[in-house]
T-cell receptor, first 114, second 110 residues
Framework: AQKITQTQPGMFVQEKEAVTLDCTYD???????LFWYKQPSSGEMIFLIYQGSYDQQNATEGRYSLNFQKARKSANLVISASQLGDSAMYFC???????????FGTGTSLTVIP | NAGVTQTPKFQVLKTGQSMTLQCAQDMNHEYMSWYRQDPGMGLRLIHY???????DQGEVPNGYNVSRSTTEDFPLRLLSAAPSQTSVYFC?????????FGPGTRLTVL
């Protein structure tokens, strides 16, 4: 069963604007973790942000913030003040309760327009 | 501090050939893992290890073997390559909740 769903195959955003990338997840684990990774065209996987299921506040890392809505099982990534260098694939991922199994979504391709 | 390194960067195999993808990390992480990434799909976990001598299966383990004799190294073996194993392979190691990925190996099986 698919555990991570990213419904936006491609997104466009104007430079300096904010953009939200959607992610929903499916789990019955009492505790889990949610992640976002960036994959530029060069291919490497870059960790962006982490949210634990019991964290009270939404995670933020610089221009990245994770909008965590536990009841809706969503973990959307918000990128503020988009830059041309933000153009990349973005993957949402979930860690299971045991901490050893990770599940990735199919990704969203973000293009920042000058 | 090199982080996670993978060799080779590119490899072409014929069906039925065997090979080992190498992965090493210098961060003293106990947890290491292997993923494959196919077009239009996210990363899928193949195998993982929580320490030397301990390995377990991920989501797509069939056709792959692993072993972990040291903390630093976690090789992935394809005993008899198949065209369905054409993919990009990523190795990762984990500290707390953050996974650090290697640069990937692009494997083509003809």
């Amino acid at each position: 069963a698919q555990k991570i769903t990213q419904t936006q195959p491609g997104m466009f955003v104007q430079e300096k604007e904010a953009v939200t990338l959607d992610c929903t997840y499916d789990t019955s684990d009492p505790s889990y973790g949610l992640f976002w990774y960036k994959q530029p065209s060069s291919g490497e996987m870059i960790f962006l942000i982490y949210q634990g299921s019991y964290d009270q506040q939404n995670a933020t890392e610089g221009r990245y913030s994770l909008n965590f809505q536990k009841a809706r099982k969503s973990a959307n990534l918000v990128i503020s003040a988009s830059q041309l260098g933000d153009s990349a694939m973005y993957f949402c991922a979930m860690r299971d309760f045991g901490g050893n199994q990770f599940y990735f979504g199919t990704g969203t391709s973000l293009t920042v327009i000058p | 501090n090199a982080g996670v390194t993978q060799t080779p960067k590119f490899q072409v195999l014929k069906t039925g050939q065997s090979m080992t993808l190498q992965c090493a990390q210098d961060m003293n992480h106990e947890y290491m893992s292997w993923y494959r990434q196919d077009p239009g799909m996210g990363l899928r976990l193949i195998h993982y290890s929580v320490g030397a001598g301990i390995t377990d299966q991920g989501e797509v383990p069939n056709g792959y073997n692993v072993s972990r004799s040291t903390t630093e190294d976690f090789p992935l073996r394809l005993l008899s390559a198949a065209p369905s194993q054409t993919s990009v392979y990523f190795c990762a190691s984990k500290s707390s909740d953050t996974q650090y990925f290697g640069p990937g190996t692009r494997l083509t099986v003809l």
